[in-house]
């Protein structure tokens, strides 16, 4: 079993009562275990820690009805974090040891909406689901969305920009079937009664996937197209009619946030303070995991090269130029010829930040539902940079997202992907 918990310490209840100062008061992850090694312990985060031991290990006040385990505990594990998303990923990891079978209702985890685009199926859908299967297949999985009523709407007013089907069960096809409202409505090409070529329904399947693999850029491209063309021709009253369905398709796209994309090819870098002065926590989700925390210390110690030191000294006076030649200084291993850039620092520890992958879709569920909670906050501390549409990850980004983190400045306002969607900003995550 790994430890996740890097300070132990016995207690006992005849310890003095200087015992707590020990415990700094800063955020942390703690473990109460008792005698017996078989028994439950009791887990928790906490934003102060010093504090909470107290009020969980102190003499109890007489008559109070407050939980106390002062005669239950005889070590306390804890290990310090800089902020409650680090805390939240930590108390996830613990619990998953130590509660396999019961962590998720402890954690009261709410799995992620997402758009589940079916392929396996010989007539493919798309519909809203919150329950993620296995991704090896041909199965398309898009999100997360804030709630299960935006990724809803987010589907249906995309699938009314197109003519793919919304029923919910295996078709057969028959042509004596009479068909559904929007076959009617000429909204669907109606493959339940052969309203069409499988070829033909295959192919608006295709472009339902283009658009959501783009994010809605091959649907919005394919109609500013459009319009150039009827505005060329002269056609201006076509050209205001695809205009008004760019204007509607821009509406249906700002549904979706910056983090909405296909799960496979969601990699994105999260930003956090840590524990460690002058330093910050970096984790990358990728591939279902999160990795991390990564400590990145901004300031680092550097050697400088003799012939500097005295040009520095002469600049201040201290030292007696002498022109007579003297053979130049030799440079050795030890002395540095340049500070290393932060970006050049930050590619250097990207590589160490690739996740092996979740090994089950129970834990790429579980994950993304914690890296939901923190991005969908009202207030929440850190920042996320994510991967551009070619699944490159900015180190320009993610070295200014630190500066900015490691400085508490507070960004409020809103920032742009590589597509000028609008997504929200960083945030204060209170306690799960």
Known sequence: MVKLLTNSIPFSPDHAADFFAQFPAAPAVFLLRGEDAAADPYVSKTANLRRRLLRLLAPPESQSKRLNLRERVARIDYALTGSDFESGVLLYKILRQEFPKTYQKRLRLHMAPLIKFNLENEYPRAYVTNKLGKLTGKTRYYGPFRSRAVAEKFLNDSLDLYKMRRCTFDLNPDPKYPGCVYSEMKMCLAPCFKGCTDEAYLAEV??????????????????????????????????????????????????????????????????????????????????????????????????????????????????????????????????????????????????????????????????????????????????????????????RKIANAINRVLKGEKNLETTKDTKGHEGPAQINTPPL
């Open 206 to 395: 295709a472009r339902v996937q283009a658009y959501l693999d783009s994010g809605g850029d091959s649907l919005l491209s394919e109609l500013e197209a459009e319009r150039d063309r009827l505005s060329t021709d002269l056609d201006f009253e076509g050209a205001a009619q695809q205009h008004a369905k760019i204007t509607k398709l821009k509406g249906v796209l700002a549904l979706g946030d910056d983090i909405c994309r296909r799960l496979d090819q969601l990699d994105a870098v999260i930003i956090q303070p840590s524990a460690a002065a002058k330093s910050g926590s970096l984790f990358r989700f990728s591939k279902g995991e999160l990795a991390g925390p990564y400590i990145f210390t901004v300031e680092t110690p550097v050697t400088e090269e003799p012939q500097a030191a005295e040009t520095k000294a002469a600049e201040q006076g201290a030292l007696e130029l002498d022109f007579s030649e003297k053979p130049a200084p030799e440079k050795t291993a030890a002395t540095k010829t340049a500070t290393p850039s932060l970006e050049d620092r930050v590619r250097t520890v990207l590589p160490e930040l690739i996740p092996a992958g979740a090994r089950t879709a129970a834990q790429f569920a579980e994950e993304l539902a914690i890296l939901k909670r923190w991005y969908y906050r009202t207030h929440k501390v850190g920042e996320i940079i994510l991967a551009n549409e070619k699944s490159e990850l900015s180190v």
